[in-house]
């Protein structure tokens, strides 16, 4: 079967790409945003890319053409499928019915913290020979890529609320059927898909319906919009994890950056666990994929031996380079709870260090001024921000959060210099953006080499 996927260096659609390839297809894509990780790691897949949306790139006819989320009506592309009458999918509906349909799914759910939950449930399940499959919107260390068949009936994926496609409105995450749910957190988010939280509450319920009463639901026990969507109606067996009253899943810290924890269950040890991993919400992921491990068969106390290996995601605290003992990081973080739990981590590793951190305010939500009120409070806790406005972003940064230590600028080239300029040896720099930045990170470092060396 010939399958073109169109948005296919979305983090998702390109994890499908990879599936595809896996189970025997021919694989091809067009993109309007071609930019690594994604595109290297389709490249070295040996898939076709394609970039912009050229009816063009349809010919031959495909088989299937699968189209993302980020398209709609109007995009030549879409119109093009339309008028020949092209069998079309979604990415979400193409993944039940051809990966998920007799597997034991894991799914991730949440605000924030997918990404890396998902990843460390499928390294867990790795370690101790369980060799699940996986769909996961990032690139985890430990496997170098972002999906894969995997070969036994378990089947981890990142399980997104967003829309599924212009002729689907429902969240994605509805389409997968989980045997094992874990709810990582719920907050306002997508402002450019729903008008409200309580929006999103009844998707995640939309999702919670479809749960066996023989499965699991992991949530986060100090989370009131997650309780709330659970009271709504929940058939299938709940666990808790973190917060300051559950007696499920405890993590107690042994250091404050959280790179040793001792792991309790109903108020017991478990075992202790040392990582790579930094902050409270790396703590917590790592409860809720150690509970999601203990439903498939894996004893928790092998699963927290395993958290030593795992090898972080790219984009997620990424250390992109250290040039004279300046630090840069890549961090994906770009909503303000994500952002102040990144920084808090961090700030509790290095201390009193300066740390600088430079954000894009990308994505859709932020672009609408949605968290403008809370933005100001997560980025405190660095010495020295400095933020891009560009021409698109429809408020003022500068008048808005009004701080002493930022510093607003309407050049990525303007950042680097003034980051170049002021930094010194024993400085971390984390860059915060859902986007490519303008290849950002290897440009300042390139900065800094010549500068020091």
Known sequence: MHIHILGI???????????????????SGSDANVYPPMSTQLQEQGITLMQGYDPAHLAPEPD????????????????????????????AQWLLDYVLHD?????????????????????????????????????????????????????????????????????????????????????????????????????????????????????HADDLYLDETIIKGCWTPVEYFSGKQTKDWQAKPVTDDG???????????????????????????????????????????????????FKGIKRRMEVRGVVNDITVYDDFAHHPTAIKLTLDGLRKNVGNKKITAILEPRSNTMKMGVHKESLAASLAIADDIYLYQ?????????TELNMNSLAVF????????KVVAEAKAGDYIIIMSNGGFEGIHEKLLDCLMEKYN
């Open 259 to 309: 790179r040793e924890f001792d792991v309790l269950f109903n108020s017991e040890k478990v075992a202790s666990a040392k990582w790579s991993m930094l902050g409270q919400h790396n703590m917590d992921n790592a409860l809720a994929a150690i509970a999601a491990a203990r439903h498939v068969g894996v004893p928790s106390e092998l699963s927290v031996e395993s958290l030593s290996g």
């Open 103 to 219: 597997r034991w799914v894991l799914a991730v759910a949440g605000t924030h913290g997918k990404t890396s939950t998902a990843s460390l449930l499928a390294w867990l399940l790795e370690d101790n020979k369980l060799s699940p499959g996986f769909l996961i919107g990032g690139i985890p260390g430990n496997f170098g890529i972002s999906a894969r068949l995997g070969e036994t009936p378990f089947f981890v994926v990142e399980a997104d609320e967003y829309d599924t496609a212009f002729f689907d409105k429902r969240s994605k995450f509805v389409h997968y059927h989980p045997r094992t749910l874990i709810l990582n957190n719920l907050e306002y988010d997508h402002a450019d898909i729903f008008p409200n939280i309580g929006a999103i509450q009844t998707q995640f319920h939309h999702l919670l319906r479809t749960v066996p009463a023989n499965g699991l639901v992991i949530s």
């Open 9 to 27: 260096c979305g983090t998702f659609m390109g994890g499908l790409a990879l599936l595809a390839r896996e189970l025997g297809h021919t694989v």
């Open 410 to 417: 309407s050049s990525t080239q303007a950042i680097i210099d």
């Open 390 to 398: 560009p021409e698109n972003l429809g408020w003022d940064l500068a």
């Open 64 to 91: 299937i053409v699968v189209i993302g989320n980020a398209l709609s009506r109007g995009n030549p592309a879409v119109e093009a499928v339309l008028e020949r009458g092209l069998r079309y999918t979604s990415g």
